[in-house]
């Protein structure tokens, strides 16, 4: 059974999942996962600049631009937090931890 062979470890970075035994079966994220951490950090990067992008044309005085800026930010928001909470129920972390390491990642690749 493979959660018996699969351990977890925070080596210099996001919570992942290892093999105790060395194989190759649930290193990285598991077999299992839906989305890989890098997924989620592209995410949250593109509703990053989305936000951005929205805010830039709020300050300009742009309704209808905004309006559609603002919905673009929204739904690449909502998509991140289901990505993000697929990704922890799959790794069995809590949900928050997964979201501090995503949004840390982005600040540090900025």
């Not at 309704?63 to 909470?85: F, H, I, M, N, S």
């Amino acid at each position: 059974m493979a959660s018996q062979r699969c351990g977890w470890s925070r080596r210099a970075g996001p919570l992942l999942r290892t093999s105790r035994r060395g194989d190759e079966s649930c290193t990285a994220y598991g077999p299992y996962v839906a989305h890989t951490f890098e997924e989620l950090v592209e995410k949250q990067r593109a509703a990053d600049q989305a936000h951005a992008t929205a805010q830039a044309l709020r300050t300009k005085g742009d309704p209808p631009a905004y309006e559609t800026a603002w919905q673009v930010w929204r739904d690449l928001a909502k998509d991140v937090q289901g990505a993000v909470t697929v990704h922890a129920k799959e790794l069995g972390t809590v949900r928050a931890g997964v979201e501090l390491e995503v949004k840390k990642a982005v600040r540090l690749t900025e």
